[in-house]
């Protein structure tokens, strides 16, 4: 008979061992096998179970199908893991390489913004320090006073030349977005069926300007892009320009003014403070006090000692091909021509017509505007965006910095010889 322990080991023995045939369910060489029952010896029989169940699985096929699948289901592991690691170091270069773009960007766009708070928060503290020397009471400024902020600020009122500077994408403070004078016409002509929700472009006003029909599309332009491809001036109806020369002193005297007054503001003035220190918008008559503080001097190349009033000149030019000549004949001509500034509106034709400024290949036809080519500022205009000679000498007076005289030219004049020591004798 056979032990009850060996009852449970019984199913075991259909394992082939040492690779023997196997033949109806049973061994052939049935020497491998051990009938605990007949032998008596228990002890015998679980040792030779036990080679024989331990064995086998080393060279069945059904553990190399085993092995097989486990090695496929660790390699489709590892694929599935390796993918979110791929896609992670993907997205994290994207990341790295869209923040820096991003901060080259916000560095060029906000360098000069950045510039022009720190220097408005110097003429901030500046003002406060200078206005803690005058008493702080509500009587109003006395002209000795006002003086004293001015010769305070002297440095800052008393530089020459001051240039507009370049407008690089928006980016300059010391220019404004105003509406260009055409849009209010294409509304007037265009009515309902233009509402400036949709923005105006820079063909548009053109069209209309000229008197033709404004065609919307089709036409296979880009509408915001010059004849020589580069970027309007007028965007959605709208130019940037410079601001006017408005420096903090006149501001601060302006507020104090206003500030120990009983007179309220007038809330429909502008804020800018030079033309609230002359005059308050034409509501009092100028001091001469006041008109003596505005304005530059430069020393005297000529005779130490003495000042020189720099001069402002003011010139529009509408395709005029003698532009380039009137501003040389400005400077050689002129006995002082260091104390010179010339700013030209220049409105030509981007790409057709010859451009006021004058290139360096032609300095020996025009020596004495390359020599002074600090002191000269040109606003360029599209030719087919002008709106008559009342714009354009609007924006020439917003290129004004500080000179002293101001006066305004055609782009076609000759200048006479000594013509800045004249004209100041004559005023």
């Not at 006002?146 to 507009?164: G, H, Y």
């Not at 509304?187 to 033709?212: I, N």
């Not at 304005?295 to 020189?308: A, T």
Request: positive net charge; hydrophobic residues 30%; glycine residues 8%.
């Amino acid at each position: 008979m056979v032990g009850e322990g060996d009852k449970a080991r019984t199913p075991r023995k259909r394992i082939q061992n040492d690779g023997a045939p196997m033949k109806n369910g049973r061994h052939a060489d049935s020497s491998h096998l051990h009938d605990n029952g007949v032998n008596g010896s228990t002890n015998g029989g679980d040792a030779a179970v036990d080679n024989c169940a331990f064995a086998p699985y080393k060279a069945t096929n059904g553990s190399g199908r085993v092995r097989s699948r486990r090695r496929k289901w660790i390699e489709n592991r590892r694929k599935k893991k390796s993918l979110p690691l791929i896609l992670g170091i993907c997205l994290g270069c994207f990341f790295i390489v869209f923040s820096f773009v991003m901060w080259r960007i916000y560095s060029k766009l906000s360098a000069s913004q950045i510039a022009s708070s720190s220097i408005n928060s110097i003429n901030d503290r500046e003002n406060e320090r200078i206005l803690s020397k005058i008493p702080n009471t509500n009587s109003p400024l006395t002209e000795e006073q006002e003086q004293e902020i001015l010769q305070a600020a002297r440095d800052e009122l008393n530089q020459f030349p001051i240039s507009i500077g370049a407008d690089d994408n928006g980016a300059n403070s010391d220019w404004e977005t105003i509406q260009h004078p055409g849009t209010e016409a294409l509304k007037y002509f265009t009515g309902d069926s233009h509402p400036m929700k949709k923005r105006a472009t820079a063909s548009e006003l053109a069209r209309l300007l000229s008197g033709k029909k404004v065609i919307r599309g089709g036409n296979g332009n880009n509408d915001n892009k010059n004849g020589d491809g580069s970027d309007s001036s007028v965007e959605g109806g709208h130019m940037r320009v410079p601001k006017f020369w408005d420096p903090a002193p006149y501001r601060m005297i302006a507020d104090e003014r206003e500030r120990r007054s009983a007179v309220p503001p007038s809330g429909d003035l502008p804020r800018d403070g030079v033309r609230r220190y002359l005059g308050n918008f034409g509501s009092r008559l100028v001091t001469p006090a006041e008109a003596k503080s505005i304005g530059s001097r430069i020393p005297n190349s000529k005779n130490d000692g003495e000042l020189l009033e720099t001069i402002f000149v003011a010139v529009a030019s509408y395709r005029d091909w003698q532009c380039s000549s009137t501003v040389e004949s400005a400077f050689s001509r002129a006995s002082h021509p260091e104390r010179i500034r010339v700013a030209v509106v220049d409105q030509i034709r981007l790409g057709k017509d010859k451009p006021c400024s004058v290139p360096p290949d032609e300095c020996d036809k025009f020596p004495a505007t390359c020599k002074h080519r600090s002191q000269i500022d040109y606003f360029t205009v599209e030719s087919e965006l002008s709106v008559g000679p009342v714009f354009a000498r609007h924006l020439g007076h917003r290129l004004y910095r500080g000179e002293y005289f101001a006066i305004q030219s055609d782009a076609h004049v000759s200048f006479v010889l000594g013509w800045d020591d004249e004209i100041i004798e004559q005023w």
